[in-house]
């Protein structure tokens, strides 16, 4: 995988390259990539990625995706010209990735290639599976990726990244070598990747931020206020409570304590702050969405430990997210995170992490990614509380929570169907 992604960072940006790209057509064979992840046979591999409860560290994978979804993209882009202006994959985006890896420690395949291109952009679907401890692995092996890209019983996560192909030195977009398809079914595949693409564009122009509440929400959100109006809100700094003077037509001794079963979403909020130093990063200087990615899912897995107060939470899934702005080395990056979303009877709840970048100097901050998590509580004796909002954003943010849970439900159980008879539930 890295003497790939090195073949085309060994060019230096700053030579000025006046040879024009040639384009080469390629297939979906053509890009096709598999790594291997020997967790039962290497101890010291899986030493890297075991987690304190004995699972496999999801952050660890999902580092692996990005990185192999980068490496498949400079397999497509490469046109064997070692004199071609030097080119830059960044991800742009990942649709939404559910997890069904099992609780004991397997061994994992990773696969994936090019399933669509448009000008400069193009998506890579990649798939996790159990490999047999016994499985003949063999590399060259012909490829089909339309059989590849099936999902069954073995199955443990899916996803599709968009990676984008940026000039090494104006980092503007470039355009990539076209695909083409070699089999009626490839031609699907292509097909599929191309509604996505619209689907994705449909799906960001419904979020709450563009879109109002529904009449059914606006009556939810007076019930919400009513609900929330009757209860002491005790977290504020200053002496009394003007807040909830202000905003609840409750004189104070009308209030009652919140119940135990119940927690205001601001005190669900957990922050971390990162240094995003070299390692992280690829030879342009930008840190790997992967590494950001593994970031945000470890802190979405610390917050929701904290309000269930056990180390019971596992990571369902992960909401699409796209990456806006590049991150440099040596930024200051801020993660926020919060529950959004959670109460009995439901196992599930929903966290959001908001990834912005410091600018020290200037004192200015800049959001760079929006994620969300969808984590499950795995112990049956812990009652999961109810996360109230109190505020109008904070509502807004409870409302798209549930929109992304009734969404992640629906989506979750069409893969299910696909991967039956896996015994993986949400609650
Ligand atoms: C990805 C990026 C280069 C796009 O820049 P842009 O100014 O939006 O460029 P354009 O509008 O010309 O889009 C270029 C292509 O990217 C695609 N694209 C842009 N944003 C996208 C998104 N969020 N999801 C999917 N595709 C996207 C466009 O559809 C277009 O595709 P096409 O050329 O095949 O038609 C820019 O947003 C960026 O640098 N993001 C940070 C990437 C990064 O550093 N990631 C690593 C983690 S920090």
């Known amino acids: 995988m890295d003497k790939i992604i090195h073949k085309e960072n060994q060019k230096d940006p700053k030579v000025h390259h ?61 046109n064997n010209d070692p004199q071609a ?25 990773l696969s994936g290639n090019v399933t669509y291109v448009g000008t400069s952009s193009m998506e890579i679907f990649i798939k996790g599976e159990i490999v047999p401890e016994n499985a003949d692995i063999e590399n060259g092996k012909e490829i089909d990726v339309a059989k590849n890209s099936y999902l069954d019983a073995n199955t443990v996560l899916a996803t599709r990244f968009t990676m984008v192909a940026i000039d ?45 509440p529904t009449a059914q929400e606006s009556l939810e959100m007076h019930d919400m206020f009513l ?103 040596g930024s200051l990056l801020s993660m926020k995170a919060g529950v959004v979303w959670a109460g009995y009877p439901h196992r599930s709840l929903q966290v959001r992490v908001v990834a912005s970048v410091i600018d020290i100097e200037k004192n200015s901050k800049e959001t760079t990614n929006v994620f969300y998590f969808t984590l499950s509580c795995t112990d049956d004796d812990i009652k999961v509380p109810r996360v109230l909002p109190r505020t109008y954003a904070e509502i807004m943010l409870w409302l798209d929570g549930r929109r992304r849970r009734t969404h992640g439900l629906n989506a979750r159980r069409l893969l299910l169907d696909d991967l039956a008879p896996l015994p993986h539930s949400l609650g």
Not at 29 to 54: C, N, Q, R, T
Not at 188 to 204: F, Q, T
Request: charged content about 30%; glycine content about 4%; hydrophobic content about 35%.
């Open 168 to 212: 090494s030195s104006t980092h503007k977009p470039v355009q990539i070598n076209p695909l083409i398809t070699t089999s009626p079914a490839e031609k699907r595949i292509r097909e599929v990747a191309k509604m996505n693409k619209k689907r994705k564009k449909k799906e960001a122009e419904a979020s709450l931020t563009r879109q109002a």
């Open 227 to 329: 609900e929330f109006s009757q209860y002491v809100y005790n977290n504020s700094k200053r002496d009394g409570d003007y807040g909830d003077d202000f905003a609840s037509t409750l004189s104070p001794d009308e209030r009652k304590p919140l119940p135990d079963d119940c927690v205001w979403m601001s005190d669900t909020r957990r922050d971390t702050l990162i240094l995003c130093h070299a390692q992280f990063r690829n030879v342009h200087n930008n840190i790997f969405g992967g590494f950001i990615m593994k970031k945000a899912l470890e802190l979405s897995f610390a917050t929701a430990s904290t309000f269930l107060r056990s180390k019971a939470p596992i990571v369902l899934s992960m909401d699409g997210v796209t990456f806006r702005k590049p991150v440099y080395v």
């Open 85 to 109: 202006a030097p080119v830059t994959i960044v991800t742009a985006s990942v649709d939404r990735l559910d997890l069904f890896l099992p609780k004991a420690v397997e061994n994992y395949r």
């Open 18 to 78: 006046t040879k024009e790209r040639v384009l080469v057509d390629k297939t979906m064979a053509d890009s096709h990539m598999d790594v291997y992840l020997p967790f039962k046979s290497s101890p010291e591999l899986l030493e890297e990625y075991i987690f304190v409860d004995g699972r496999i560290r999801t952050g660890k994978l999902l580092e692996d995706l990005d990185a192999l979804a980068g490496a498949i993209a400079y397999k497509h882009i490469d």
